[in-house]
């Protein structure tokens, strides 16, 4: 595609069910980025993917929030027993290798009900 | 711990005027900063990124500069439009990120530009 895409736009959950987020990033950008942005708040980094290297893990708030990338391309955000302070619009962004200007997803926003 | 402060919050101006948006960081390590512009349902868009070398990046009617001893950056952009109106966020990247280029974020300022 064009640009990074991310599903679903909005979803709606129940407290303590589990979620998965989807991004899609630009055809050969090897970094990949996820992010949080909670009301009020900056936006959080949570993760890091480059290219075959282990990912950069440490912005993931609790052991409830996991993420992969399979084949260098599409990566899922997956939080365990979501909680209400989960709420938020969880961003990703992709980029060129060795490039830092990043293109950001429409975001997913999550509401936990 | 690197912070980043943008000032003001909100800003609500006429058409036509030229404006300035501030951004303070309080750790001068940086290896770059820049502005985005955020609308809603739409994403973010990287409007300037100025490297920790460089004073200023501009691009049409916007000029982004950097003083990075006081940990300071101002977008400018002149002759604003109502199109521009949107959530402009500054964010850092820290000079001892290593590989990731993992960035520390403001809080944005929300500008109105009213016809």
């Known amino acids: 595609g064009a640009g990074v895409s991310q599903s679903p736009s909005n979803k709606v959950t129940e407290k303590g069910k589990d979620v998965e987020l989807r991004c899609d990033p630009i055809?050969?950008?090897?970094?990949l980025y996820w992010y949080r942005q909670s009301l009020g708040q900056g936006l959080e980094f949570l993760i890091y993917?480059?290219?075959?290297?282990?990912?950069?893990k440490s912005g993931l708030p609790s052991d409830r929030f996991s993420a992969e990338r399979t084949g260098g391309s599409v990566s899922t955000l997956t939080i365990q027993r979501t909680q209400q302070e989960d709420s938020a619009v969880y961003l990703c962004?992709?980029?060129?290798?060795?490039?830092?200007?990043?293109?950001f997803g429409q975001g997913t926003r999550l509401t936990v009900v | 711990k690197q912070e980043v402060t943008q000032i003001p919050a909100a800003l609500s101006v006429p058409e036509g005027e030229n404006l300035v948006l501030n951004c303070s960081f309080t750790?001068?390590?940086?290896?770059?900063l820049q502005w985005f512009r955020q609308d809603p349902g739409k994403g973010l868009t990287s409007l300037l990124l100025?490297?920790?070398s460089q004073r200023e990046q501009t691009s049409g009617r916007l000029n982004a500069s950097l003083d990075k001893s006081s940990g300071r950056s101002t977008l400018y952009i002149a002759a604003s439009q109502p199109g521009d109106s949107a959530t402009y966020l500054c964010?850092?990247?820290?000079?001892?990120?290593?590989?990731?280029?993992?960035?520390?974020w403001g809080l944005g300022t929300s500008l109105a530009v009213n016809p």
């Open positions: 993917f480059q290219g075959n290297s282990a990912p950069d």
């Open positions: 055809s050969g950008h090897t970094a």
């Open positions: 964010a850092v990247r820290p000079g001892n990120a290593g590989n990731n280029r993992k960035l520390i």
């Open positions: 962004a992709s980029s060129r290798p060795g490039v830092d200007v990043a293109f």
């Open positions: 750790d001068s390590a940086i290896y770059n």
């Open positions: 100025i490297q920790s």
